[in-house]
């Protein structure tokens, strides 16, 4: 089964209580189908989604097998090998051993961590929004690794290098993922 954006919303709920964790899962989910339909694949736009929605399905209960245990979780419901995997690969060379190698799997373990970062540069402007957010002041608190210092800058890095995008590219279309998602303020 491969999950609507819906049903991939139910399960990271039955799994996910907090706030924080739900709000990401969406933040992601938008930020995919945004990078699905700019890059040609609209008609995936969906299943982009619900992986962005479910990729850190496990995180909250289980941090310590983040990337395992949610293959687990999401096989014994009966999702999509496919699924299984893109989800689980965001976790390379951290957590598992399962590389991105298609452009949707390559696009979440590039702007998972991003979008933490623009979310916490975000907070520190006066609007609080990514409405008014430019690369430049992402990139002076990029520089910062104090600043954020959960969102590691070598996965982002990495993920740029595996789009074959410059930083300032990904996170400028990135920043533009963000100001399209209606959950993101």
Not at 81 to 90: G, I, P, Q
Request: aromatic share 8%; charged share 30%; hydrophobic share 40%.
């Amino acid at each position: 089964m491969i999950p609507t954006p819906e049903q991939a919303w139910e399960l990271l709920c039955e799994f996910n209580e907090g706030d924080f964790h739900r709000r990401h899962g969406r933040t992601v989910g938008d930020v995919m189908r945004w990078f699905a339909q700019e890059l040609g694949f609209g008609e995936e736009a969906g299943v982009w989604e619900a992986v962005g929605i479910l990729h850190d399905l496990d995180f909250e209960q289980w941090p310590e097998e983040h990337c395992v245990k949610s293959q687990e979780l999401m096989r014994q419901r009966g999702v999509d090998e496919a699924v299984v995997r893109a989800t689980a690969s965001h976790g390379y060379g951290e957590c598992v051993d399962i590389a991105p190698e298609s452009q949707m799997e390559k696009v979440l373990f590039a702007v998972d961590e991003l979008t933490g970062l623009i979310g916490a540069v975000a907070l520190m402007r006066p609007s609080k929004s990514v409405s008014d957010l430019e690369v430049k002041s992402v990139k002076k608190k990029y520089k910062d690794k104090r600043f954020a210092a959960g969102c590691s800058r070598e996965v982002i890095e990495r993920g740029a290098a595996m789009l074959g995008w410059e930083l300032d590219e990904l996170i400028e279309k990135t920043i533009l993922a963000m100001r399209a998602s209606p959950n993101v303020d």
